[in-house]
T-cell receptor
Framework: DTEVTQTPKHLVMGMTNKKSLKCEQH?????MYWYKQKAKKPPELMFV???????INESVPSRFSPECPNSSLLNLHLHALQPEDSALYLC?????????????FGDGTRLSIL | GDSVTQMEGPVTLSEEAFLTINCTYT??????LFWYVQYPGEGLQLLLK?????DKGSNKGFEATYRKETTSFHLEKGSVQVSDSAVYFC????????????FGDGTTLTVKP
């Protein structure tokens, strides 16, 4: 069982819709991440939050908007997405952003843009 | 910048065969090294890790040794099972890169009965 919970597991949306992806962890981790993963490819980093503050934005288009309401929750707000944004979106957490701690991943949200 | 190179797949083995998946890296500083596994329809799971030279990570029969002299972290298992079929990612995490993780391209392993 994964310790990082993502909802929903699947999401189909049109290009004009607004939706949100949610991620939750209760391991006391202070760093949380959003990744995008295309089929048969490694995860690509999108955002990093450290102690609830945005630490890294990997030049992600503004149609993706992250939010960290508290130390256990991470959201990704989606608006006006493009078909090429269809992918598996993975949330991860670690004890800290730096150091040798591994990341713990959720099972992802599979997003399809019509 | 940091980079990770994994052997190209896919790899197909018979049950009980010996597995090696090669991984080499380039990094500044002293990175920590990881192997993650991704089963179909799931996220990545940490398989094992090593944080300094000559450390050996091990889990579920898998092993990998941090070799600084050859900048390698090859994954091995003596006898694979059908349930080991998955995608395996080698990764490094370096404090000189804001703690970002760098992943290899992944190696797909299929084990046949």
């Amino acid at each position: 069982d994964t310790e990082v919970t993502q909802t929903p597991k699947h999401l189909v949306m049109g290009m004009t819709n607004k939706k949100s992806l949610k991620c939750e962890q209760h391991m006391g981790h202070r760093a949380m991440y959003w990744y995008k993963q295309k089929a048969k490819k490694p995860p690509e980093l999108m955002f990093v939050y450290s102690y609830e503050k945005l630490s890294i934005n990997e030049s992600v288009p503004s149609r993706f908007s992250p939010e960290c309401p508290n130390s256990s929750l991470l959201n990704l707000h989606l608006h006006a997405l493009q078909p090429e944004d269809s992918a598996l979106y993975l949330c991860a957490s670690s004890q800290g952003q730096t150091g040798n701690q591994p990341q713990h991943f959720g099972d992802g949200t599979r997003l399809s843009i019509l | 910048g940091d980079s990770v190179t994994q052997m190209e797949g896919p790899v197909t083995l018979s049950e009980e065969a010996f597995l090696t998946i090669n991984c080499t890296y380039t990094a500044t500083g002293y990175p920590s090294l990881f192997w993650y596994v991704q089963y179909p329809g799931e996220g990545l799971q940490l398989l094992l890790k090593a944080t300094k030279a000559d450390d050996k990570g091990s889990n579920k029969g898998f092993e990998a040794t941090y070799r600084k002299e050859t900048t390698s972290f090859h994954l091995e298992k003596g006898s694979v099972q059908v349930s080991d079929s998955a995608v395996y990612f080698c990764a490094l995490k370096s404090n000189t890169n804001a703690g970002k993780s760098t992943f290899g391209d992944g190696t797909t392993l299929t084990v046949k009965p």
